[in-house]
């Protein structure tokens, strides 16, 4: 492996107030990057004071969009070891990703070791206040000073840490949740299985409109035949529908997400049936009019557990749970995020110590 060069900050940020993080908004005093070129390969890691990039405006990432990224999380447990939740599982999909937007393969067991030097680095940013972590943002951009649409020479991957709250103001309040039946996200054979940055801008315009009319945010039905459920929002979505949790199936549309596949690990382990397959908006109706629709809940890295109260469709709104938790909902966050800040016993070896 290449070793990672070390240029530590001289002038250190003031760090933000832990119990008003918000998501997204400060960033640690280090950043990972790493070069690529044709020929070369991937070549001079470090880790270097965090700063602005420096990119010619003909770079082709400005121009054509061919990025990628990927979310984790570092969390601090209580006898001050630091954790990370699968990293690997990341790494992998980075590679995914790069292989659909023809982005040179990264060595995954590198970047893991990238990410736990600069975590390790940067640990004083680590949150101690409950329910806050460092969120991991590793990305890939193609930086070739090129204008015409082919695969870049030339990238650069880097990593920035960001220390965060809640994702949702909601925290864990059930969320308000609108079915998009004008706007899609992905269709099989596109890039909605990856995480690639023109999946995001594409899904902002029906986000504007959902929360124009008082939602939090919106559930994307297939691009077909606009009937069958994909996502919520950024998220993997599940439905606790009489005793089975049900999910979409991963048909080249939607992002396997790390989340998602722990949870299915855990509901299968405590007995409870999965079944991953293709489900319609009208069947989630009927069942809901039966009063067979439990719960329902998102799932992903940056809110962990998202529980929905409320679901609108074509103006029929149906509050699930009495707009409440459910005890699945409360149950799987209480054990993921156990064994991500080290509370519980890790029966399933996910998490890496820093």
Same mark, same amino acid.
């Given at each position: ?28 005093? #280090? ?31 400005? #121009? ?5 990224? @990927? ?43 990238? $990410?736990?030097?600069? &975590?390790?680095?940067? @640990? ?22 090129? =204008? ?9 991957? $880097? ?53 124009? =009319? ?9 691009? &077909? ?5 994909? @996502? ?25 997400? &790390? ?12 007995? $409870? ?10 069947? =989630? ?9 439990? @719960? ?59």
């Amino acid at each position: 492996m290449m070793n990672i060069k070390v240029e530590l900050t001289k002038n250190p940020k003031q760090k933000p107030n832990q119990n008003n993080l918000g998501f997204g908004k400060y960033f640690a005093d #280090h950043m990972f990057v790493m070069d690529y070129k044709d020929g070369k390969g991937w070549y001079n890691p470090r880790i270097v004071p965090y700063a602005n990039l420096s990119l010619d405006p003909s770079a082709m990432v400005l #121009h054509y969009g061919q990025e990628v990224f @990927e979310g984790l999380k570092a969390y601090k447990s209580d006898d001050g070891s630091i954790r990370l939740f699968r990293p690997n599982k990341n790494m992998q999909r980075l590679n995914v990703s790069n292989e659909r937007l023809c982005i040179p393969l990264i060595d995954e067991d590198f970047a893991v070791k990238a $990410i736990k030097k600069l &975590v390790k680095i940067d @640990e004083s940013w680590i949150p101690s206040v409950k329910d806050a972590s460092l969120y991991i943002r590793p990305f890939i951009i193609a930086t070739d000073s090129y =204008l015409g649409v082919r695969a870049s020479n030339e990238y650069m991957f $880097i990593i920035i840490l960001s220390p965060v709250g809640a994702y949702y103001p909601e925290g864990l309040d059930p969320v308000k949740i609108y079915v998009e039946t004008e706007y899609v996200r992905a269709v099989k054979g596109g890039l909605g299985f990856t995480k690639a940055g023109g999946n995001y801008a594409g899904s902002i315009k029906a986000q504007n409109k959902a929360k124009m =009319l008082n939602f939090t945010q919106v559930l994307w039905l297939d691009g &077909v035949e606009r009937k069958y459920i994909e @996502e919520v929002g950024t998220m993997n979505v599940f439905f606790f529908i009489n005793d089975t949790v049900v999910t979409p199936s991963l048909e080249g549309s939607i992002l396997s997400g &790390v989340t998602r596949a722990s949870c299915i690990d855990m509901l299968k382990s405590w007995g $409870i049936k999965v079944e991953e397959r293709k489900i319609s908006i009208d069947e =989630l109706c009927n069942v809901y009019d039966k009063g067979q629709l439990i @719960e329902a809940f998102g799932t992903g890295t940056a809110a962990v557990i998202s529980p929905i109260g409320e679901l609108n469709f074509n103006g029929k709104a149906m509050s699930i749970n009495n707009r409440q938790i459910g005890k699945l909902s409360q149950k799987l966050y209480d054990t993921l995020t156990g064994i991500q800040w080290g509370k519980l016993e890790d029966t399933f070896n996910w998490t890496v110590k820093v």
